[in-house]
Every structure is written in structure tokens, then in C-alpha cells.
């Protein structure tokens, strides 16, 4: 929850924000729970393993607090045979409870500055890494071609640093191979 701004509206507004996410992704989380256990339940076998439960976590991580913004993240993990993670932005002007927007960081020429900043990122990874890898439309690889990064896209995920960066974040397996992870990338220049 957020306290301590000096406008309770705001504070109650961005709160109910919260909690209605934390509210969908519970009932998300246990719609998929019920689903799994009923598939499991209609094509047990005898020599199946026990059913595993679905646990869900929800954790949050603030990434900037100022008296002007705050930027955090909520993070939903799921987990039974496997886990699914997804990640939930908000980046706010404490002044207007506004949302931010990486144009509003960064000018009118974001999308360029956001494109250079990612492509600059994967080349030192590629080049620092012999194990990184990401899906490029240079090799002869066609299933590389759909998941190469071309741009931003018009919503793109991003946090705000402690620095006052934003950073642009890719969830795992859309730009690179899974083993990669989620990808982030600090735009720096402005």
C-alpha cells in the first residue's frame, strides 16, 4: 500500500489499483487450479504421481520513491508441474496520479532512444556472453524471424530506476531463447 504522500485520494486510488489486481490474479490463479485438478482428476492413472498443488505468489519490488513518482512492480508466480511468472508496471506522478509514460521520460523521440538503447544492450550481452542469444532476423533460422526485435511496442513494460531511467522489460522467451530469462535494458540517454 502506499501511504505518506500527502493525498489521501491518490493514496486510496493507486491502493484500489492494487487490490484489484491482487483480487484478478487470485481468481486467476485459482480458476487454473481448478481446471489442472479436474484434468488431472479425469485422466489420472494408477502409476501417476500425486496431484500438485497450485501455489500462486504475489511479491511486489519498488523500484523509485520520490516526493514526484513511484515505480514498482507487482510479480504473480504460479507454480504446480511448472512456474509462469508475470510482471504488472506502475510508474505514477505522485503530483497528478497520472501514469507515466516512457514519452513522457523521455521525449518525443522515446521510440529511437528505447530501439538504440535495446539493440545497443543485445550486441554487449552477445559480445560479453558467449552463452547470450537473441532471435534476429540475420541467421538462417525462420522461427527467429516472428520473435526478432524490431521496436518497442506502443505499451511497452518498463520501470523507473533509482537513477531516474527508464528500463525497458521483456518477458521471457519474447526476444531471446527462455534460458535467457526476462530481459531489461536501462534507457540512458536522453
Known amino acids: 500500500a502506499i501511504r505518506g504522500t500527502g493525498n489521501t485520494a491518490l493514496e486510496q486510488q493507486i491502493n484500489g489499483r492494487i487490490a484489484e489486481k491482487m483480487e484478478a490474479l487470485q481468481a486467476q490463479a485459482t480458476q487454473m487450479a481448478q481446471e489442472y485438478l479436474e484434468a488431472y482428476n479425469a485422466t ?32 504473480s508466480t504460479s507454480s504446480a508441474a511448472s512456474v509462469f511468472t508475470q510482471q504488472y508496471f506502475y510508474n505514477i506522478d505522485l503530483r497528478t496520479g497520472r501514469d507515466l509514460t516512457l514519452q513522457d521520460l523521455l521525449g518525443s523521440g522515446y521510440v529511437e ?6 539493440k545497443d544492450g543485445m550486441a554487449r550481452r552477445m559480445a560479453d556472453d558467449p552463452d547470450a542469444f537473441y532471435y534476429n532476423t540475420e541467421d538462417d533460422e525462420p522461427a527467429d524471424d ?29 526476444i531471446a531463447p527462455g534460458y535467457m530469462g526476462i530481459q531489461e535494458f536501462e534507457v540512458t540517454g536522453r
Not at 501417476?48 to 520513491?65: M, P, Q
Request: charge should be negative; charged fraction near 20%; proline fraction near 6%.
Open 44 to 75: 489420472k492413472q494408477p502409476i501417476d504421481h500425486e496431484f500438485w498443488k497450485v501455489e500462486i505468489s504475489i511479491d511486489y519490488a519498488v523500484k523509485l520513491s520520490t516526493p514526484e513518482r513511484i515505480s514498482f512492480v507487482l510479480t
Open 113 to 118: 532512444l528505447c530501439n538504440r538503447a535495446v
Open 146 to 174: 516472428e520473435f526478432a526485435f524490431q521496436s518497442i511496442a506502443p505499451g511497452q513494460a518498463f520501470y523507473i530506476n533509482e537513477a531516474g531511467n527508464p528500463v525497458l522489460v521483456f518477458e521471457k522467451y519474447e
